[in-house]
């Protein structure tokens, strides 16, 4: 179950990545790394303390953002650029931001900073809704660097499919036991509405200052 609820985030991760190619004038596949390596290291070491998860993600955000860099003709210090500067850069530039070495780095940072804090949070399964949190603060920081374009309807929703069903997944149980009772969870259609609800609230169209 602990490894189900991981994959789960794992993907709504992916879908943040997806939609943070609306930050960027032409689609950028390779930010799919930032979600696919931390969920990978997350199921590596799930069942190993924290003194070794902690450190095992970082270097899974780091390689992220370095590979997202390389992939996108960039290097090291593109990658050094995202941590220190790379936000500020992409608020500074026209939407839609070029898909520049340190910006796509940037938005790769996001989204791996925010899958790998998702997963490790799944790992945990009496805190059903605790691992949608850094997916709903990374899809409101990519809404605000994507301004003035309006929402893209289909990711947060998505992503909100997903959010169901993780909530709907209990703490314990075989899956397919879980997957039969399933349509019985009355509270799902109650989470559904709900995590749909804030998705639609946050897929608004943010105006930012100093982008055109």
Not at 16 to 35: C, K, M, Q, T, Y
Not at 59 to 88: C, F, Q
Not at 117 to 144: D, F, K, M, Q, Y
Request: aromatic share 4%; charged share 15%; hydrophobic share 60%.
């Amino acid at each position: 179950m602990t490894s189900t609820r991981i994959v789960i985030v794992g993907l709504m991760g992916a879908l943040l990545a997806g939609w943070a190619g609306d930050v960027f004038d032409r689609p950028v596949w390779s930010l799919a790394i930032a979600a696919v390596l931390p969920t990978l290291i997350t199921l590596l070491v799930a069942r190993r303390r924290w003194l070794i998860r902690v450190p095992a993600a970082a270097v899974g955000i780091a390689l992220a953002v370095l590979a997202v860099a390389y992939l996108n003709e960039g290097g090291l210090a593109d990658a050094g650029n995202a941590v220190t500067s790379g936000v500020g850069r992409v608020l500074s530039t026209e939407w839609p931001s070029p898909a520049r070495a340190d910006l796509v780095a940037t938005i790769a940072l996001i989204v791996a900073t925010c899958t790998a804090s998702g997963t490790e949070l799944a790992r945990w399964g009496r805190l059903r809704l605790a691992p949608i949190a850094p997916i709903l603060l990374g899809s409101v920081g990519v809404i605000a660097m994507a301004a003035p374009r309006g929402a893209a309807v289909w990711w947060p929703t998505a992503i909100a499919l997903l959010a169901a069903v993780l909530a709907a997944l209990g703490p314990a149980g075989p899956l397919g036991d879980r997957l039969r009772l399933l349509r019985g969870e009355r509270r799902l259609l109650a989470v559904a509405v709900a995590v749909g609800a804030v998705a639609a609230a946050v897929a608004v169209p943010l105006t930012m200052s100093g982008r055109a």
